[in-house]
């Protein structure tokens, strides 16, 4: 309607003016518009008396004043996928400086989000202005314009060294060792003296003719070869993550060599959830008293009813945690879950 000279004006799209016919199975069917007694060109309102029309909640604020564009229509349909990813009346939604608050109230991804504020932006100015706009829109997000209404885009930190490489097909995370931190010393004394105590204990029971405490020393030995792990994947290892339209994998990385720790088939990913610094309360399982620990951030990936941490705050900062997070709902279209 929109393509006709003059142009089509519907006015009043809304769910009871819109019509779903022949549906089976996962077939929509064919849908159509229907109602079109407020319907108005544009070549007609010249010199003529333009009457309000429209149904209230799906109506943008430009029709109030008697007037109607291609961009009133919509408003309305963005008014109308909002009714229908809350169930709930446009009218009844909280509403910020005209704007429709619909995000607590629906499951979207971000880029889905941000379009929908687009469509349904009060300024006729910054909303977008035809339906091929609005499609290109939703099909490339980062296209949306750099103001108020635009996708939220949180860019890589400066100075970060995690490499992110991402396409249609595939996203790919590298996190670089965390190198010398103060925590490598505690290994390193750990190490000395569990070390120690295997020597000195395999070196007195020779020594004496004994046999050996063969348990303490395969506690001692594989105490020894974990410390040693933590310390050298600290210094040198590498957490990759990869997604693509099969499956995720996690691996430790490390000298050339990869070690899998987790994988999930692609279409089991569920959630994404980033938590942020909090306090847990703890109670001693022989005791009244209770105490807060304090847990650090960390970005979590549900696959059906299994997690795997990503990483947490002890291995990124936090803009690295929150770029991560929004690259991968970005990618894999699903929200961020903020919760502890």
Same mark, same amino acid.
Not at 41 to 49: D, E, I, P, S, V
Not at 64 to 69: I, K, L, Q
Not at 202 to 222: E, I, K, N, Q
């Given at each position: 309607?929109?393509?006709?000279?003059?142009?089509?004006?519907?006015?009043?799209?809304?769910?009871?003016?819109?019509?779903? *016919?022949?549906?089976?199975?996962?077939?929509?069917?064919?849908?159509?518009?229907?109602?079109?007694?407020?319907?108005?060109?544009?070549?007609?309102?010249?010199?003529?008396?333009?009457?309000?029309?429209?149904?209230?909640?799906?109506?943008?604020?430009?029709?109030?004043?008697?007037?109607?564009?291609?961009?009133?229509?919509?408003?309305?349909?963005?008014?109308?996928?909002?009714?229908?990813? *809350?169930?709930?009346?446009?009218?009844?939604?909280?509403?910020?400086?005209?704007?429709?608050?619909?995000?607590?109230?629906?499951?979207?991804?971000?880029?889905?989000?941000?379009?929908?504020?687009?469509?349904?932006?009060?300024?006729?100015?910054?909303?977008?202005?035809?339906?091929?706009?609005?499609?290109?829109?939703?099909?490339?997000?980062?296209?949306?314009?750099?103001?108020?209404?635009?996708?939220?885009?949180?860019?890589?930190?400066?100075?970060?060294?995690?490499?992110?490489?991402?396409?249609?097909?595939?996203?790919?995370?590298?996190?670089?060792?965390?190198?010398?931190?103060?925590?490598?010393?505690?290994?390193?004394?750990?190490?000395?003296?569990?070390?120690?105590?295997?020597?000195?204990?395999?070196?007195?029971?020779?020594?004496?003719?004994?046999?050996?405490?063969?348990?303490?020393?395969?506690?001692?030995?594989?105490?020894?070869?974990?410390?040693?792990?933590?310390?050298?994947?600290?210094?040198?290892g590498q957490i990759r993550l990869r997604i693509d339209p099969q499956q995720m994998t996690i691996a430790y990385a490390m000298f050339g060599l990869e070690f899998k720790f987790g994988s999930a088939p692609q279409h089991n990913i569920c959630k994404l959830?980033?938590?942020?610094?909090?306090?847990?309360?703890?109670?001693?399982?022989?005791?009244?008293?209770?105490?807060?620990?304090?847990?650090?951030?960390?970005?979590?990936?549900?696959?059906?009813?299994?997690?795997?941490?990503?990483?947490?705050?002890?291995?990124?900062?936090?803009?690295?945690?929150?770029?991560?997070?929004?690259?991968?709902?970005?990618?894999?279209?699903?929200?961020?879950?903020?919760?502890?």
């Amino acid at each position: 309607m929109h393509g006709r000279q003059p142009q089509v004006i519907h006015r009043d799209i809304k769910p009871s003016n819109i019509l779903l *016919t022949n549906r089976s199975g996962n077939s929509i069917g064919q849908v159509y518009l229907v109602d079109f007694g407020s319907v108005q060109t544009l070549g007609a309102k010249q010199g003529g008396t333009i009457t309000v029309v429209g149904t209230y909640g799906y109506m943008p604020p430009e029709q109030f004043g008697g007037r109607a564009v291609p961009a009133s229509d919509l408003y309305s349909l963005g008014a109308t996928l909002i009714y229908l990813t *809350t169930g709930l009346h446009p009218a009844d939604l909280p509403q910020k400086d005209f704007r429709i608050q619909f995000e607590q109230a629906a499951n979207l991804s971000p880029a889905f989000a941000s379009w929908l504020k687009w469509m349904t932006q009060p300024s006729l100015e910054r909303r977008l202005a035809s339906p091929q706009e609005a499609k290109q829109a939703l099909e490339k997000p980062q296209q949306a314009p750099k103001d108020n209404v635009s996708p939220i885009v949180v860019r890589k930190p400066n100075g970060s060294k995690v490499f992110l490489k991402k396409d249609a097909d595939s996203i790919e995370i590298i996190i670089p060792p965390r190198g010398f931190r103060p925590s490598v010393v505690g290994w390193a004394g750990l190490l000395y003296l569990f070390g120690s105590m295997l020597v000195q204990g395999t070196l007195y029971a020779f020594s004496y003719g004994m046999s050996p405490d063969w348990f303490g020393f395969f506690f001692c030995l594989c105490v020894v070869i974990f410390i040693i792990h933590k310390i050298i994947f600290t210094l040198f290892g590498q957490i990759r993550l990869r997604i693509d339209p099969q499956q995720m994998t996690i691996a430790y990385a490390m000298f050339g060599l990869e070690f899998k720790f987790g994988s999930a088939p692609q279409h089991n990913i569920c959630k994404l959830v980033h938590t942020n610094k909090f306090y847990r309360l703890t109670r001693g399982a022989k005791s009244t008293s209770s105490s807060y620990v304090q847990e650090v951030p960390k970005l979590v990936i549900w696959a059906g009813t299994k997690k795997y941490e990503l990483c947490s705050e002890k291995v990124l900062t936090t803009p690295e945690l929150d770029w991560l997070a929004y690259e991968l709902s970005d990618w894999l279209n699903l929200p961020i879950s903020r919760e502890v």
